[in-house]
């Protein structure tokens, strides 16, 4: 299962840390990443890590957002500065794992002008 913590209420400008991981196995994941869904809206693709470290961002984050992994823990996190009110959302993590991709439950994000 996937855990997501770390969404809360923010001001324009400020920065929030994401923080998801993976509980219950000893078996080796795959890539990781971050999704968000705003209010009638369709969800979009954030950001996401290879096991290697490799990454990729959104053109709307990036310069902005930071993804991390901690293999070790099986946590990935998503460092979130100069946050602006249209990065309002739920954030979903996910990873591929057992041979297919799982998600966690979202983390809400709010930022206020």
């Known amino acids: 299962q996937l855990q997501a913590s770390g969404g809360g209420l923010v001001q324009a400008g400020g920065s929030l840390r994401l923080s998801c991981a993976v509980s219950g196995s000893a078996f080796s994941i795959g890539g990781m990443g971050w999704y968000r869904q705003a209010p009638g809206r369709q969800r979009e693709f954030v950001a996401t890590i290879n096991n290697g470290g490799g990454t990729n961002y959104a053109a709307s984050v990036k310069g902005r957002f930071t993804i991390s992994r901690d293999n070790a823990k099986n946590t990935v996190y998503l460092q979130m500065d100069s946050l602006k009110p249209e990065d309002t959302a739920v954030y979903y993590c996910?990873?591929?794992?057992?041979?297919?991709?799982?998600w966690g439950q979202g983390a809400q994000v709010t930022v206020s002008s």
């Open positions: 996910n990873a591929f794992y057992r041979g297919r991709y799982y």
